[in-house]
């Protein structure tokens, strides 16, 4: 099992440029989610999602948008690149009935 | 609103000297509190899932315990390896989704 991976690994912007970011795991898992870590900070929640079709906002949403056709992928898409979102972004999944949520490497993401 | 702080922000220890890191959290309903262990560059690893107060965890040299209020995660003779940001979330009932703390990044000196 590959189980979370994320890719790019680091990506450079310009402001007002639009890019997703890929998120895919092989683990069957019916929660996913997106989150933001900037320095000395923990995680804020950006976006979720418990089954295919279904999403939901996080603690912090504005300037991002998902979508979940599938149970593996869980795309995140920035819509018009802001200084003040770079950062690293995790995605994670887990299962439901678990709790404990496995991350991804992380995209580092610099917008100019 | 749920909420979790973590203490210290940071913890420098000399190798074999233990301590304990705090998690303080206020949460409707608790469906299970969470400690994560990331080192730099990389994503969050699960380390424990606590449910109930009273509940206890150990996974070598680290020990988790809970209460209505608080976690802790103790930490009995770390060695350099151990330093590490350790990551603390709750995840609420009514919600599903995990609210995390800021973190306590440990430095074990040699």
């Known amino acids: 099992n590959a189980g979370v991976t994320q890719t790019p690994k680091f990506q450079v912007l310009k402001t007002g440029q639009s890019m997703t970011l890929q998120c895919a795991q092989d683990?069957?898992?019916?929660?996913m989610s997106w989150y933001r870590q900037d320095p000395g900070m923990g995680l804020r929640l950006i976006h979720y999602?418990?089954?295919?079709?279904?999403?939901d906002q996080g603690e912090v949403p504005n300037g991002y948008n998902v979508s979940r056709s599938t149970t593996e992928d869980f795309p995140l898409r920035l819509l018009s690149a802001a200084p003040s979102q770079t950062s690293v972004y995790f995605c994670?999944?887990?299962?439901?009935?678990?709790?404990?949520?496995?991350f991804g490497p992380g995209t580092r993401l610099t917008v100019l | 609103e749920d909420q979790v702080t973590q203490s210290p922000e940071a913890l420098r220890l000399q190798e074999g000297e233990s301590s304990s890191l705090n998690c303080s959290y206020t949460?409707?309903?608790?469906?299970?509190l969470f400690w994560y262990r990331q080192d730099p560059g990389k994503g969050p690893e699960f380390l424990f899932t606590l449910y109930s107060a009273g509940e206890e965890k150990e996974k070598e040299r680290l020990k988790a315990t809970l209460t209505k209020k608080e976690s802790f995660l103790h930490i009995t003779a770390p060695k350099p390896e151990d330093s590490a940001t350790y990551l603390c979330a709750v995840q609420d009932t009514n919600a599903g989704k995990s609210t995390f703390g800021d973190g306590t990044t440990l430095t074990v000196k040699p």
């Open positions: 999602s418990v089954g295919a079709g279904i999403t």
């Open positions: 949460v409707s309903g608790l469906r299970g």
């Open positions: 994670a999944s887990s299962s439901l009935a678990g709790g404990e949520q496995f």
């Open positions: 683990m069957n898992h019916e929660y």
